[in-house]
């Protein structure tokens, strides 16, 4: 679940620095950044401040935490030959698992599909049966408008496994669909609009070269729009099977909306372009990678902890306490905890001020999440202090 946390009201904090240096749960005292200085410094821990670098100054989401901690895992992989690293790394890395739940007739399996498409794994897309408990995440379909079954329902999916659930508005490409803010406040859950239809035309290659040569000609010759029987049975010189196809792939709020880009001689890509754009899909992803923030946090701390108990009575057992307490790592494991509790931060704050803010919240009444992503926050933040000495 992402968490939401109110502001800190707490006065100033006593830090242990040391103990933030050195991280928590059994990780070691050595910080190899304080070696960056040095000409002898170690092409990881080289590698690992650069990547500090670009990680805290240029604004860190939800996906950049977890992609820098798994691709320094697997470069460190690689370096030792040891396929149980890389089998943590693609863990770590792995898509968010998406449910796709509804009451028949919304367009369910249209949905998954689309999100498929959009590079998701989609985990069941039938109902919200026991299959669906298995998913990270889920999409709760509806269409038209939320149904008195429908708040219930939700309720169940997300009680799962206390995972978030993002409602979909399909068809939305379609008149008289309700307000994407009516659907959020009757289902009491975010909601976002899409186009299943449109999104598989633009992603899934359903709108092809012989379709928009086919539109090509609709713009020039116009057909009967008013309905798809008329379409599809008028008399016109784009042969018949062609406009059932139309039909399938866009409907003939697509048919419309591409006529004018095909008439003014646009390509096949433009169109799926803006096919692309107007299903919000990538708006749909977005809110599903937001809502999942919680998952890849849990999924880079549940790494590090493996990461732990392989490194015991290992021969490279300094290599891996190294990565995991290089200024990259830190850097991703405090881009992941922000992600998930959704911090800004203060423009102008200073990174020792923001590190007693978070390291107080530690002590406050909050959950379990909170207090996890409060010390990855905090030990980030007093790690780019220290490491830039009080400079920021």
């Keep these: 679940m992402v968490a939401h946390v109110l ?15 050195c991280g928590a749960a059994g990780i070691g005292a050595r910080t ?14 080289m590698a690992c401040k650069w990547w500090a670098d670009w990680a805290m100054r240029e604004g860190m989401v939800v996906t950049q935490g977890r992609q820098l901690f798994a691709d320094g895992l697997t470069r460190l992989a690689a370096d030792l030959s040891d396929p149980r690293l890389s089998s943590i790394a693609v863990d770590v890395n792995a898509p968010l698992r998406v449910a796709v739940c509804g009451r028949r007739g919304v367009g369910r399996r249209t949905v998954a599909a689309a999100l498929a498409a959009a590079g998701l794994e989609v985990r069941c897309a039938s109902d919200s049966g026991p299959k669906a408990a298995t998913a990270d995440a889920a999409v709760y379909v509806v269409a038209e408008a939320v149904k008195p079954e429908d708040p219930a329902e939700i309720v169940k999916v997300r009680s799962a496994r206390r995972r978030p659930v993002l409602v979909v508005l399909n068809k939305a490409d379609l008149p008289g669909r309700a307000c994407v803010d009516g659907i959020a406040t009757a289902s009491r859950a975010p909601a976002a609009p899409l186009s299943g239809l449109f999104a598989l035309a633009a992603l899934a290659g359903r709108l092809d070269g012989e379709l928009w ?17 008329h379409f599809i049975s008028c008399a016109h010189p784009v042969p018949r099977q062609l406009r059932e196809r139309l039909c399938a792939a866009l ?15 646009e390509t096949v890509t433009q169109g799926r372009a803006l096919l692309r754009r107007l299903s919000g899909i990538d708006g749909v992803v977005a809110r599903l990678a937001a809502l999942g923030a919680g998952v890849h946090h849990r999924r880079t701390s549940e790494a590090v902890v493996r990461l732990e108990a392989l490194a015991v009575g290992q021969d490279f057992a300094a290599r891996i306490d190294e990565f995991l307490n290089c200024d990259g790592t830190v850097a991703a494991r405090m881009a992941a905890a922000a992600a998930v509790v959704q911090e800004q931060g203060t423009p102008g704050e200073r990174a020792l001020r923001r590190a007693r803010r978070w390291q107080g919240h530690r002590s406050a009444p909050v959950g379990v999440i909170e207090r996890a992503c409060a010390a990855d926050i905090a030990r980030g933040s007093l790690r780019d202090w220290a490491r830039t000495r009080g400079r920021r």
């Design 7 to 21: 502001g800190c009201t707490h006065g100033a904090v006593h830090i242990d620095t040391q103990q933030l240096l």
């Design 32 to 45: 190899p950044w304080h070696g960056d200085s040095h000409p002898g410094g170690t092409a990881d821990t």
């Design 213 to 229: 040569a086919a539109l090509g000609t609709l713009a020039s010759a116009p057909a009967d729009l008013r309905s798809a029987d």
């Design 251 to 265: 409907d003939l709020s697509g048919i419309e909306q591409l006529l004018e880009p095909a008439r003014r001689g």
